[in-house]
């Protein structure tokens, strides 16, 4: 499982503009500054901005496993909108994360997710969470999403209605 490499936003990737619309929507990834690094049809890569607000141990400086949680559950069910030729609302069913090792002070993590299987009613993602190298991760993660159709929007995302990804 590789990332592609990073582009800047572009407003010719309609994938990219859905993801970080998406992201934009949700107020807790907001607070943490969660922003979208690449996004198109072979996955997404977010980034979590260390900061203040996301240290656990106050000592170390370490980042807390809740906001690693975060930003890898929210890589995972943001990546299904990389896959789908019109937004749906595909809250998690089942998330598993294996941590590696903590995360280092001082940098910010990146989360990387792929959907590797689409079903009529779920959705399958992995991913990594790292910091310097996606060879050197934090964090291995699995998830599955439900899909609930496209009969049920987030306000905000009525535009994806009709359009293909």
């Not at 049809?41 to 809740?66: A, D, V």
């Not at 937004?87 to 990387?112: K, S």
Request: proline residues 8%.
């Amino acid at each position: 499982m590789m990332p592609p490499s990073f582009e800047p936003a572009m407003s010719d990737n309609p994938i990219f503009e859905r993801t970080q619309r998406f992201l934009s929507l949700l107020k807790h990834c907001q607070v943490l500054g969660l922003r979208v690094e690449h996004a198109d049809e072979k996955g997404l890569t977010l980034r979590l901005p260390y900061s203040e607000w996301i240290i656990g141990n106050p000592q170390t400086r370490g980042i807390h496993g809740g906001a690693i949680t975060t930003l890898m559950d929210t890589t995972c069910g943001i990546s299904t909108a990389c896959v789908l030729p019109e937004f749906e609302i595909c809250p998690t069913l089942d998330l598993r994360i294996d941590y590696m090792h903590p995360a280092e002070p001082d940098h910010d993590v990146f989360g990387f997710a792929e959907c590797y299987r689409v079903t009529p009613t779920v959705i399958f993602t992995r991913g990594v969470a790292y910091q310097r190298d996606i060879n050197e991760p934090i964090a291995h993660v699995v998830g599955a999403f439900m899909r609930m159709g496209k009969a049920v929007s987030l306000p905000g995302m009525e535009k994806d209605r009709g359009s293909a990804a």
